[in-house]
């Protein structure tokens, strides 16, 4: 967490690099690739009957070879009957690996469904500051680009690898069998080439660790400026942002060729001293055979299988890049997912029931920084019912009053009782459950209209939805769109005001059956004739509830219980609207500038 | 996908020297086993006669030579692959940028900003692996292929001619799955769109989706486009998957007719079976090399599902045309004029009066004159500063700025005339001083300038480094008033001629909202001010005041005027003021 904050807050160009552990990143990958064993195993068997029958192919056409003794001396029959064997075997063999591949791609997209929705899942379980400091364009590289390139690792590399240690393994028997001090070469280059790929991949790690997090901040910088697309031309900026990104992306490609760099020495270098051991091999072999402790015969198909002992090292060598940006990314990935949660409700939580509505906050200091306070020593009770006004200048911390009534974030002292329990006591869905709630950024996500309204009633009828639409004044605007209530929305939707997105919101809590209200700023993007037409609605919606109102135009919390002027985080003045425009205060000088 | 690689072909001449390391490092590999082949066959045994060493320690010394020199050759190659690809990608990206940059209102939203970003990532890394494999090995198969084939024919042309003639076979399963790819594979793109897209939402909604404890609805929201995606990918895969085994297939079942073939000729005595068995192994070199060029060609798919989407917005021709009038003749007196506008964001030729967001607007503002926009929500009081600032062009009528037909104007000509404070505005992870300046040549004292009269100067000096702040993402260390104005000081500090305030007061309480358009007026002055707002005391002072009400102009003129004899506007303003009114 700490680290990720520091990449986001250094941002554009100057992140430090971090020691980083492969170990974790293997032990994470292994945890998924765990949960298919018997399929892992089964794909392994497929691995070793097709690479069996590789070994086995050679047998069968050197049988039918053997029986072209030469002109006039050929023996047709055992010829076609090894032939037609060949031809048999060789369909099994298609059929092996096209099902080994299959069955690898399968279970890899298996793997990636999983991760991406446990990445997922973990998303919804962090706690909203978690959000307020990671860039939308780098948590989406995380679950799109960084497990796609651990996908096309996990299809590929693992049966590779596989197939690899087979061969490995297989020739070093073989090797061993004929010649066991031609094998001490092996002992030199082995080592070698291990202890090199080691060092260099001690190196790469961190460029490959690099590169995913360069593009990270370049999906972060093109979420931000594509989504900003308006804006920027606006202030005709196109010019200035194309060649800020010019930089960010020439940042990030050359991290992509720092690591393509230094990998691009591994595949021939390993190449490299398999064929030098291979010189070693042939000369020492040749000595041994003038010496006369070795046939020409077993000289060379000791050579033969060194050659084929090689080439899956070479391969290998050469997917070490693969497997290493495979890494960097499982690395990326699991950091989303050991992210510290949401604290856990306690243990004994109260599930929050038969809600009253009576709310108190008690001597709450509350900073997003710790040397930073927002709101000091903030008191207020609202009895079940009341309709409580929270005024002030903007900044004055009438929006982190709500972020603590939600249990956004808990106060760093103090106290929030609902029903006498304390927020803490309480599960967060229960208590969340009970607040309606209508925020000044409104949210509308892709689907119905239908959906968005419905979106916190599972079962809603239609003419509830419908229902709720005449009440919030938006019926008629939702019957002029194309397809009714079955229009769908988009985030960035275009036809949609933000003055509609509100009135939508407020039908959207209009389904909602909670005790407690709370309104910020809900209707300021809303005219004041159409707020006058939804007045009755909205006391419908209030009636019986807590409601928690934050306004600026004063004119709608005029009727409120208690009003409570709040500026610097601390309460200034609170009462009725009578009694504070008697007093000729804070609230009065608020009020008088409505028509300055 | 052709288009595509005139990107690469730019670096022709370190292609080319890289192709030719290539090719010569993979001949001087091939030289070793040759080597290894003379020490044994002929060095070793004239040594074991001769006792002279001199020619073992001078072959095997050049095959250590030959080792090394493979391998910095490879090496070199290797590098200058990733090299050019990677410039070559970057300059797409920056063009694809660029063009993603010039897109009109109605083009991105046909896009979709999710599915842009992900063209701009994703695919773009797609094109990028294809870059870096053509080069790799791209090169090495072909060649090996060709030499193979060269040297088996050398054996036996006959035998070489059966080999030959599996080829049709392999070419046409090469072609029809890769091709037969490519839309898989698009559609595995945008469902990965769909995905992001979720993704986005969510991010954008967590504070509504916790209140309302939705985090499991949105799970499955998520799984559905999870599922759809794994749903193409494995699509995708079994297709390409097939490529592979079939092609070994038609070559292995070729080599079975080869030994056929054979088999009578060695019969009638036109070939030897050591010539067969020296067959098999460039057999063996070939198959391999095969199925190396269909790796190649399964990432081609990909490459070009991907590259055909990149194309589809490079391709996406400005939809706002500039058409110069030939006399350059002043067509309007005012500053401003909007003559008969009617709009749609729909089918521009669907005109009925449902479709229509703005219907026959004509008004003027002139120099030193102030313009407010009033009317209920959805009235289409934003959609007027959106063709004014030519987001969207009219679907019916003209607008003029300072007697010109915008049409005529540049894209950032017009545009820099304005400073805009809009709705749906955005603050970005940066200084607060880049986030007023926004790229524009501004000084520090204008910077600051515009954020005191914007009322903004005191909280950002209360903020930690002041204007070197870095504002955390989407400004969520700003409240929602702080930050409208910030966007009001933006569109301050570059003085515009034309200021226009898109409700962007709405979070401010009424005491700081005078102060600011106090401000405005006294340090602005010679700014023409456009201001939208629901707030009648943000308009109630302007020179001129437009009703709006269902895209209709219902009302123009000064306030005491519109109280007089625009009943909608004196509701507004009843209802606001109430007896102070």
């Known amino acids: 967490m700490a680290e990720d904050k520091k990449t986001v807050i250094v941002g554009r160009g100057k992140a430090v690099e971090h020691a980083k552990d492969p170990k974790a990143a293997l032990r994470f990958l292994w945890s998924y690739l765990s949960r298919f064993k018997l399929l892992l195993l089964f794909a392994l068997f497929l691995t070793l009957a097709s690479n069996t029958l590789a070994l086995v192919g050679p047998e069968l056409s050197g049988k039918a070879i053997d029986a072209l003794k030469g002109k006039g001396m050929v023996d047709f029959e055992t010829a076609f009957r090894y032939a037609a064997i060949m031809a048999v075997f060789f369909v099994v063999s298609a059929a092996l690996s096209y099902g080994l591949s299959l069955l690898m791609r399968s279970i890899t997209q298996k793997i990636i469904r999983k991760m991406r929705q446990d990445v997922f899942d973990k998303l919804m379980t962090l706690p909203v500051s978690y959000f307020d400091t990671h860039m939308a364009g780098d948590i989406i590289s995380r679950i799109s680009y960084d497990i796609d390139v651990i996908n096309t690792s996990l299809s590929t590399d693992v049966v590779q690898i596989l197939a690899s240690t087979v061969t490995i393994v297989g020739s070093f028997i073989m090797m061993v069998k004929i010649s066991p001090i031609l094998v001490l070469v092996m002992c030199v280059t082995i080592p070698a080439s291990f202890l090199y790929t080691k060092k260099m991949t001690g190196i790469t790690r961190p460029k490959f660790s690099l590169r995913s997090k360069r593009l990270g901040e370049m999906n972060g910088f093109v979420e931000e400026t594509v989504g900003a697309q308006k804006v920027i031309q606006g202030y005709a900026g196109e010019p200035v942002y194309v060649k800020r990104f010019g930089n960010i992306n020439r940042i990030a490609a050359d991290a992509y060729y720092d690591a393509d760099y230094m990998n691009a020495t591994i595949g021939p270098t390993v190449n490299m001293v398999n064929n030098l051991s291979l010189c070693l091999v042939t000369i020492f072999g040749a000595l041994l055979y003038i010496l006369g402790r070795m046939t020409l015969g077993s000289v060379s198909s000791f050579v033969l299988y060194s050659r084929k002992f090689s080439g899956p090292i070479n391969e290998a060598a050469n997917i070490i890049g693969e497997l290493q940006s495979a890494l960097a990314a499982a690395e990326r990935v699991n950091r989303i997912l050991s992210e510290d949660v949401e604290p856990a409700d306690i243990n004994d939580a109260y599930e929050l029931q038969d809600v009253k509505g009576n709310v108190e906050v008690k001597k709450v200091d509350f900073g997003y920084s710790p040397e930073k306070l927002i709101l000091k020593d903030f008191s207020l009770k609202a009895d079940a019912g009341k309709l409580i006004a929270v005024v002030g200048p903007t900044g004055a911390g009438k929006t982190t009053l709500i972020n603590l009534l939600m249990r956004f974030y808990d106060p760093a002292s103090g106290e929030i009782r609902v029903d006498g329990y304390e927020n803490k006591e309480l599960t967060r869905r229960s208590l969340r459950r009970s607040y309606a709630m209508v925020l000044q950024d409104t949210w509308v996500f892709g689907g119905t209209i239908f959906d968005n309204i419905a979106y916190c009633k599972k079962d809603a009828s239609m003419e509830e939805v419908v229902a709720a639409a005449k009440a919030a004044h938006i019926h008629s605007f939702i019957m002029h769109q194309p397809e009714g209530y079955n229009t769908v929305l988009t985030e960035d939707g275009v036809n949609i005001s933000k003055g509609q997105k509100q009135l939508l919101t407020i039908a959207r809590a209009m389904l909602l059956d909670a005790r407690m209200l709370i309104l910020d700023e809900a209707t300021s993007n809303v005219d004041t004739r159409t707020e006058m037409h939804i007045q009755s609605a909205m006391e419908k919606l209030m009636k019986g509830k807590t409601c928690f109102i934050i306004a600026h135009r004063l004119s709608t919390i005029e009727h409120a219980d208690e009003i409570i002027v709040v500026d610097d985080g601390r309460i200034k003045e609170r009462g009725s609207h009578s009694e504070l425009m008697a007093k000729r205060g804070a609230y009065y000088s608020l009020y008088a500038a409505q028509i300055e | ?581």
């Open chain 2, 1 to 581: 996908m052709s288009r595509a690689l005139k990107y690469l072909l730019f670096y022709k001449k370190r292609l080319i020297s890289g192709y030719t390391v290539k090719i010569l490092g993979t001949v001087v590999e091939l030289f070793i086993p040759w080597i290894m082949a003379k020490i044994l066959d002929e060095v070793v045994p004239a040594v074991k006669a001769s006792g002279n060493y001199v020619p073992l320690i001078f072959w095997g010394g050049l095959m250590v030579l030959v080792a090394l020199l493979a391998r910095f050759m490879n090496m070199f190659a290797n590098r200058r692959a990733a090299w050019t690809s990677k410039e070559a990608i970057k300059t797409l990206r920056d063009d694809l940028f660029e063009k993603i940059m010039s897109l009109s209102g109605k083009q991105t939203d046909s896009f979709g900003i999710p599915s842009l970003v992900s063209r701009l990532t994703s695919d773009v890394y797609n094109i990028h692996g294809f870059f870096n494999i053509i080069q790799r090995i791209g090169v090495r198969a072909p060649l090996i292929i060709a030499g193979g084939l060269v040297i088996s024919a050398t054996l036996d042309p006959v035998l070489t001619l059966t080999l030959v003639a599996t080829l049709p076979f392999v070419f046409i399963i090469v072609f029809t799955i890769s091709r037969k790819g490519v839309p898989l594979y698009t559609a595995v793109q945008s469902s990965v769109d769909e995905m992001v897209r979720v993704i986005r939402e969510d991010i954008s909604g967590v504070r509504v989706i916790k209140a309302l404890s939705k985090e499991d609805y949105e799970k499955e929201r998520f799984e559905g486009a999870n599922s759809a995606t794994v749903k193409n990918e494995l699509r995708a895969a079994g297709v390409m998957a097939a490529s592979g085994p079939f092609i070994s297939l038609s070559l292995n079942l070729g080599l079975v007719l080869v030994i056929i073939v054979g088999a009578f000729r060695i019969n009638s005595g036109a070939s030897l079976p050591g010539v067969i068995v020296a067959f098999l192994t460039y057999f063996t070199m070939i198959l391999n090399a095969v199925i190396t060029v269909n790796r190649i060609f399964v990432d081609y798919s990909k490459a070009s599902a991907s590259a055909a989407r990149v194309w589809d917005v490079m391709d996406s021709e400005s939809d706002l045309k500039i058409t110069p009038t030939a006399d350059g003749s002043k067509a309007s007196d005012h500053l401003i004029e909007f003559r008969n506008v009617s709009f749609t964001y729909g089918d521009q030729k669907d005109l009925s009066d449902e479709k229509l967001v703005l219907k026959n607007i004509s008004f003027t503002v002139d120099k030193n004159e102030s313009l407010g926009i009033i009317g209920a929500t959805g009235s289409g009081k934003s959609t007027i500063l959106s063709l004014l600032m030519r987001y969207y062009d009219t679907t019916c009528g003209d607008i003029f700025v300072e007697g010109r037909n915008i049409k005529e104007y540049e894209p950032g000509e017009l545009r820099s005339k304005f400073g805009a404070a809009f709705q749906n505005d955005v603050i970005f992870a940066d200084t607060v001083e880049e986030n007023i300046s926004f790229g524009r040549d501004l000084s520090h004292e204008e910077v600051e300038k515009a954020s005191k009269a914007a009322q903004a100067y005191d909280f950002i000096m209360g903020k930690e480094g002041g204007f070197e702040h870095e504002a955390s993402i989407k400004g969520g260390d700003f409240s929602g008033g702080q930050k409208q104005r910030l966007f009001i000081a933006r569109a301050l500090a570059g003085k515009p001629e034309i200021l226009i305030l898109d409700d962007s007061s709405s979070a401010l309480d009424y005491k700081t909202d005078a102060k600011v358009r106090k401000a405005i007026s006294s340090e602005y002055s010679d700014s023409v001010l456009i201001s939208v707002a629901q707030r009648i005391s943000s308009v109630m002072k302007m020179d001129k005041i437009i009703v709006l009400d269902d895209g209709k102009m219902i009302g123009c003129g000064k306030h005491e005027e519109l109280m007089e004899n625009c009943d909608v506007y004196k509701e507004i303003a009843q209802s606001q003021l109430g007896s102070l009114a």
